[in-house]
């Protein structure tokens, strides 16, 4: 410990908050990974967000690389999203009935995803993700579905289980309550790695109705996959009559204005969205090509619902958030400065003898504690967990705030300037002489 914390940071009133949600809400949250039980140290209450910042309830400013977990991508409380919302208020905020704005946000997705000819609405990633799973299911009339060790999509039953090494072509619950049978039919193999599934397809002939990747994974810290691996898996379900679903609830409209599947060239069949698309409010999507989307209740047989879909300010402030991404220059801004900013940090790791390894793609990023390369949640195992948490700690005192786990993708936004990312980059470089 050469060089000592800067200012011991005054949390206060997060800690009377939180003690009191403790008693209130399960883990004091309503979403685990807020609690900071990876980190420890008791997470920071907001009291607002603006741009690039936020300021939590004891007033300490902080520059946000979480940015709501990715919906904040033209920033916190932008003032043309604000609007928007402003003026739809006056004019209700649910109708539970068709309304234009369906059409138009409908149409934004449609032209930019080249995936998609027929999108649904719903109100969040998992509720996106549950759907298409049932879909893939509907379309096929076969129950198996794989999915990839460390990817998340949302906390449907089928999607809780990650199985390690020997239980790979089992299935077993990460959760109590999800039914082994239920686990039974989630197959799971290894990222970036085309002979796992392989394997797989070849052990349960006919039997699987899909696989579902995040075409960049954020869920076990950030990892990218190659475009052989991409291609490779469109060559096998295409062979297999498989669907093969993007979940680019993280990644759409993130990666790039037509998402993963464009930025890698690799078309999926379905693909949900969610996060970015809502811009802030609560909002998924699922789409895909029309021969698909036509089994959908009311087109087709397969049921799917929700009061809140479509709703009128949910779909207001996506279109005004795409509006804004759609601008010129939008894109290379965020890979401007998230480019500059985990160059800097893992410049910064290296010369104070830190191993780290990371990157980004467009205004999406992360790194790991650990020599690398990590091409997968087993490769990102060997991340210093410990050591990530003196980072974040020591990053919160120096007025940065980062996803609170060493296995989450970090954001910037359209809000976030050079200056603030030389500042993230002093902050860090000041951290790793200490840590
Ligand atoms: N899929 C992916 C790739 C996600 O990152 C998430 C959430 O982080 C989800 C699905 C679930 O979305 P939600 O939290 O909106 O239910």
């Known amino acids: 410990r050469a060089v000592a914390a800067p200012v011991k940071l005054n949390t206060k009133r997060s800690e009377e908050i939180f003690k009191e949600a403790q008693e209130l809400l399960p883990g004091g949250v309503n979403s685990p990974v807020r609690a900071f039980r990876s980190v420890g140290g008791g997470p920071i209450v907001f009291d607002r967000v603006k741009g690039a910042y936020c300021w939590d309830v004891d007033n300490n400013k902080y520059i946000d690389y979480v940015g709501s977990w990715g919906p904040a991508i033209v920033g916190h409380c932008n003032d043309e999203v604000n609007a928007a919302l402003k003026a739809q208020i006056d004019k209700g905020t649910s109708f539970g009935a068709p309304c234009e704005l369906e059409n138009v946000l409908a149409k934004m997705v449609i032209e930019r995803v080249p995936s998609v000819e027929m999108v649904r609405f719903v109100s969040s990633g998992t509720e996106a993700c549950l759907s298409v799973l049932r879909l893939m299911r509907a379309y096929t009339g076969r129950e198996k579905i794989i999915k990839f060790t460390g990817c998340y999509h949302g906390h449907a039953d089928s999607f809780l289980v990650k199985a390690g090494s020997g239980v790979i072509t089992l299935g077993l619950p990460d959760s109590p309550g999800v039914p082994k049978s239920t686990a039974a039919s989630t197959l799971t193999a290894t990222y970036n790695n085309l002979d796992s599934v392989k394997e797989l397809f070849a052990a349960n002939k006919g039997e699987i109705a899909g696989l579902i990747l995040e075409p960049v994974v954020g869920n076990s810290g950030f990892i990218v996959p190659t475009k052989e691996f991409l291609q490779g898996l469109r060559e096998i379900c295409t062979a297999e009559g498989a669907v093969l679903v993007f979940d680019e609830v993280m990644t759409g409209f993130r990666i790039s204005k037509g998402c993963a599947q464009e930025h890698f060239g690799i078309t999926p069949d379905l693909t949900t969205m969610g996060k970015v698309i809502g811009g802030g409010m609560p909002v998924g999507a699922y789409g895909g090509k029309k021969e698909i989307m036509k089994m959908v209740a009311p087109a087709g047989p397969m049921y799917q619902a929700g009061t809140l879909s479509g709703n009128p300010m949910a779909m207001t402030a996506g279109i005004k958030t795409l509006e804004i991404l759609g601008r010129p220059g939008a894109y290379e801004h965020l890979e401007k400065v998230t480019k500059r900013l985990i160059d800097g940090i893992i410049a910064a790791a290296r010369e104070h003898g830190h191993e780290i390894t990371g990157g980004n793609i467009s205004g999406m990023f992360g790194f790991f504690f650990c020599k690398g ?63």
């Open 373 to 435: 390369p990590v091409h997968c949640f087993e490769d990102a195992l060997a991340a210093d967990t410990a050591k990530f948490a003196r980072f974040h700690r020591a990053m919160l005192e120096e007025g940065v705030y980062l996803a609170p786990s060493q296995f989450e993708a970090g954001f910037t936004s359209l809000a976030h300037s050079e200056a603030d990312i030389d500042a993230t980059i002093a902050a860090a470089r000041r951290v790793f002489a200490r840590i």
